[in-house]
């Protein structure tokens, strides 16, 4: 041992082995030697290697070759070093850095021993592993690739499940997870997630993530740490990361992200290029498929709005003269070929519009002027043509230049305007000739401004428009009936809906009654936009309404004030209305009236006659006049002279009996007094007869009596 490897020695804190023989021959200072006894103990180690091999137990000079070797490496070490002689030997060997030497060599006899001679294949060893590794890494990417893009669409969430979890497991990776910008390419999301059993939570999918994702470095993977980059705290909380990118033409599309993860502790063979080829085995064909899946919804969502519209595309080619429709609007217009002539496209189009149409392609052939058309088409199974709204643009330039568009079937709307169009115009003579005005105000800062009057204002009035605006319409209404106009705006203001009467004045002062009928219009925030009313001109029936209420309280001050009683009562004698002079001698309020019968004040006889008059009553002879005798409250009797009308309907049944009666009790007891003073005259005057009748014989006899006494005296 030279004096370099005696200071090594010593600085390694190692026992100086035993001294090397002078006669021992020279070997080459490669690798690592030693020297064995016939028991397999090392006598002495040389070779730069042996300062990398662990320090053996102080005091111990030969110790056995075991004793440097780890377990596994004793099953090579059978027997004695003779038996190992012709054996190629791999040994690993306990070292001072940690990981194990792997180290090749052979034993050949060496004097009265053996030497061990070995070489450090521990960089073979690396390089075959990093292979076998890589390997790996790629078989296991081509399958995930081929597992993903191959499945069925309806498979692919439980599929990338499935491959995220085998993914993890092969590395053993807690926590994976693929994030993918979200619809709106704004912020990036967790697509799927996967969670070892005993691994936290970290993600859930369709988790949002925001744009935190954004200040990482999109072209190769990248460790995490939270401490490092707060920025990430809520993506991975306090645990250790890795971000792996995957970048396609549009830029970063996706990040394989990990969770709770050191790659280069934890997957030491694989590089940079083996995560984005991992990655991309993920995020290649899940982008695919999910842009697929977007396309064909599209295509769907195309084909059906275009089936339920009647609508399609259609392009024209500069290098043929044919049109290409779209295979619906192909099928709606009941032609048998999706690419047609343009002369026969023509020949579809009504006369009245084809000449325009020939112009416009022209002018979007030439010029590139866009097109927008509306046309009549005919077609075999209708009467009456189609209407389409054509539009197109031009693509390409030269040979290359291509006509594109859209064609939509707009013939229920064109039959709506026709048939509104003849409704307004219906209306507007309708409006025109009747006494009634379509208008509208619009909210200006709380009041109420006209801006569309119908053109029937003119006939009734006599004013227009600009006879109204600027606040000038309120100088049109009555001046007794302003105050009611203002409260008619206040209320349609607060309720939204109004209902007044008023007079206007047209141009030559005249009143005109209208009824106005308005409510009020609000936008989507609930503030009001405009009012939308109609006038109604109710002169006539104002001032009819005005008379029969004056003919009406006349009739009222008749009935109620005539000394005569007034009613009406069914053929029951149950009243139904009565004045107040019968209230007063039923001895009731005239309220009280109504339902009330008047059979109750008369006897059985008087009412069983009373219901028979009734009953005599018919359409031709409907009125009867009676004296009745009536019970009263608080009198002996009453006797009224009672006239009755009958009103019958149209099958001759008496519905009701209107009755007007006079208290006729006074003349009836005159009468009766006459009666008895008749009676009493007449019995005075048969007593004086009688009397006379019985003196005159008496006088007679007095006569003679006096004459005797005379005669006799």
């Not at 080459?28 to 090392?42: A, N, R, T, W």
């Not at 018919?618 to 009676?626: G, I, Q, R, W």
Request: overall charge negative; glycine content about 6%.
């Amino acid at each position: 041992m030279n004096t370099g490897d005696k200071l090594f020695a010593r600085l390694l804190n190692r026992q100086p082995g035993p001294s090397q023989p002078l006669n021992s021959p020279v070997v080459p200072s490669v690798g690592l030697q030693l020297y064995l006894d016939d028991d397999g103990h090392v006598e002495h180690l040389s070779g730069p290697l042996r300062h990398l091999l662990v320090q053996q137990r102080p005091g111990s000079h030969t110790a056995p070759l075991l004793d440097y070797l780890l377990p596994h490496s004793s099953l090579a070490l059978e027997g004695r070093p003779a038996d190992w002689q012709g054996q190629l030997l791999d040994l690993d060997f306990f070292s001072l850095a940690g990981p194990p030497l792997h180290l090749r060599g052979w034993v050949q006899a060496q004097g009265d021993g053996w030497l061990l001679q070995l070489l450090d294949i521990g960089d073979l060893l690396g390089e075959r592993r990093q292979a076998r590794s890589r390997e790996q890494c790629q078989w296991l990417a081509t399958q995930v690739r081929d597992q993903l893009r191959l499945g069925s669409l309806a498979r692919l969430p439980h599929e990338l499940s499935e491959q995220l979890q085998r993914l993890g497991q092969h590395l053993n990776i807690p926590s994976l997870a693929v994030a993918l910008l979200d619809e709106q390419g704004q912020g990036w999301q967790i697509h799927q997630h996967y969670a070892a059993p005993n691994a936290p939570q970290v993600w859930r999918d369709q988790q949002r993530l925001g744009t935190a994702l954004d200040s990482l470095n999109g072209a190769l993977p990248q460790c995490l740490l939270a401490s490092e980059q707060p920025r990430l705290s809520a993506l991975l909380g306090p645990n250790e990361g890795f971000a792996v990118p995957y970048r396609d033409a549009q830029g970063v599309a996706a990040w394989l992200l990990c969770a709770g993860y050191n790659a280069a502790q934890q997957a030491p063979d694989l590089n940079a290029h083996d995560w984005l080829l991992l990655a991309a085995a993920v995020a290649a064909p899940l982008l695919e498929r999910l842009r697929e899946h977007r396309h064909h919804q599209q295509l769907e969502r195309l084909e059906i709005l275009q089936a339920l519209l009647g609508t399609g595309w259609w392009e024209v080619s500069s290098a043929s003269a044919e049109v290409q429709l779209a295979p619906t609007l192909a099928e709606h217009l009941g032609l048998q070929a999706e690419r047609i002539s343009i002369e026969n496209w023509f020949s579809h189009v009504h006369p009245a519009d084809r000449d325009e149409l020939r112009s416009h392609l022209q002018a979007l052939q030439d010029d590139g002027t866009p097109l927008e058309l509306c046309v009549r088409l005919q077609t075999s199974d209708q009467s009456l043509p189609l209407w389409y709204r054509l539009q197109g643009r031009s693509l390409g330039i030269g040979a290359e230049r291509r006509l594109v568009g859209f064609m939509l079937d707009i013939s229920d709307i064109k039959n709506q305007q026709q048939q509104a169009a003849a409704a307004h115009a219906r209306l507007d003579n309708l409006i025109a000739s009747a006494p009634a005005v379509i208008y509208v105000q619009r909210y200006v800062e709380g009041a109420l401004q006209p801006t569309f009057f119908s053109a029937s204002l003119q006939p009734l009035l006599g004013w227009n428009l600009a006879d109204c605006a600027d606040g000038r319409l309120v100088e049109h209404v009555h001046p007794e009936d302003r105050p009611r106009y203002f409260e008619r705006t206040r209320q349609l203001l607060r309720e939204g809906s109004v209902s007044a009467r008023y007079r206007v004045l047209d141009r030559q002062g005249q009143a005109h009654w209208l009824l106005d009928e308005a409510k009020l219009l609000r936008d989507d925030l609930g503030l009001p936009v405009e009012a939308v009313g109609l006038w109604l001109d109710v002169t006539e029936a104002t001032l009819a309404a005005e008379q029969v209420k004056a003919s009406e309280e006349r009739y009222r001050i008749l009935v109620e004030d005539s000394p005569a009683m007034i009613c009406r009562y069914r053929p029951d004698l149950t009243l139904t209305f009565g004045n107040r002079p019968l209230a007063t001698y039923l001895e009731c309020a005239p309220e009280q009236l109504p339902g009330v019968n008047l059979g109750n004040w008369m006897s059985d006889e008087q009412r069983e006659a009373f219901v028979q008059r009734l009953a005599q009553l018919t359409p031709e002879l409907p009125v009867s006049t009676a004296e009745i005798n009536l019970r009263l409250p608080g009198r002996e009797h009453a006797w009224w002279v009672w006239s009755d009308r009958g009103v019958f309907d149209e099958f001759g049944r008496l519905l009701e009996v209107q009755a007007v009666g006079r208290d006729n009790t006074e003349v009836r007891r005159s009468q009766q007094q006459l009666t008895q003073s008749a009676k009493m005259a007449t019995l005075g005057e048969m007593a004086t007869g009688l009397a006379h009748e019985i003196n005159q014989p008496l006088n007679v006899m007095r006569m003679a009596i006096v004459n005797v006494l005379k005669r006799l005296s």
